[in-house]
């Protein structure tokens, strides 16, 4: 069983929808990120969370420490944010432990 | 500020062939680490450093090098191709405090035949 489990691992909506991305994961942790890759780019944080919940425009990011959940909503969604989110712990001092990835797709 | 630089972004390879990855960072971070990724398998960590001089393995280190000899540099070497080295190759840096964001370069591409 992975450390981190993200859910689901593919989802596709319309435009304007509102979306959730879901990370469990099992270990202790430290802070917990959110990062965005386009296809064929680079991978770029989103968030780093360690407690309570963030908000960029129109991402929002919530974790639960004690029950080591942490969720990635998108309001008002748009194709532009069709890409692959990444769920990452930071376990320790330094040491980045990844999701699988949610690939998502906004049709117009 | 760059963030993370890393080169190229595209490489071809053929079986056997070396070659290094380079990764430079502008933000004195004490952490840099290099990842692959591969379809289905998420990033994984192949190799990594928390200062200058000091570098550790991770998860997938073998066929792969690393040095720091700088804070802002961590080259990745791969030393004799092969195909099961194709993915795409990200370098990271953060801070050492635990708490803090990542910052990773652009990706490399490489197709080893």
């Known amino acids: 069983k992975n450390e981190v489990e993200q859910s689901p691992q593919n989802l596709t909506a319309q435009e304007g929808e509102f979306i959730t991305i879901n990370c469990s994961y099992s270990?202790?942790?430290?802070?917990l990120h959110w990062l965005q890759q386009h296809p064929g780019g680079g991978i770029v944080s989103l968030f780093m969370?360690?407690?309570g919940k963030k908000k960029h425009g129109r991402l929002i990011a919530t974790i639960n420490i004690q029950e080591k959940h942490s969720s990635l909503h998108i309001t008002a969604s748009h194709p532009r944010d069709s890409a692959v989110y990444i769920c990452?712990?930071?376990?320790?001092?330094?040491?980045?432990?990844f999701g699988q990835g949610t690939r998502l797709t906004i049709n117009p | 500020n760059a963030g993370v630089t890393q080169t190229p972004k595209f490489q071809v390879l053929k079986t056997g062939q070396s070659m290094t990855l380079q990764c430079a960072q502008d933000?004195?971070?004490?952490?840099m680490s290099w990842y692959r990724q591969d379809p289905g398998m998420g990033l994984r960590l192949i190799h990594y450093?928390?200062?200058?001089?000091?570098?550790d393995q991770g998860e997938v280190p073998n066929g792969y090098n690393v040095s720091r000899s700088t804070t802002e540099d961590f080259p990745l070497r791969l030393l004799s191709a092969a195909p099961s080295q194709t993915s795409v190759y990200f370098c990271?840096?953060?801070?050492?405090?635990?708490?803090?964001?990542?910052?990773f370069g652009q990706g490399t591409r490489l197709t080893v035949v």
């Open positions: 990452a712990v930071t376990q320790g001092a330094q040491k980045l432990v």
């Open positions: 270990v202790g942790i430290s802070a």
């Open positions: 933000m004195n971070h004490e952490y």
């Open positions: 450093s928390v200062g200058a001089g000091i570098t």
């Open positions: 990271a840096s953060t801070e050492w405090t635990g708490n803090t964001e990542a910052f």
């Open positions: 969370l360690s407690s």
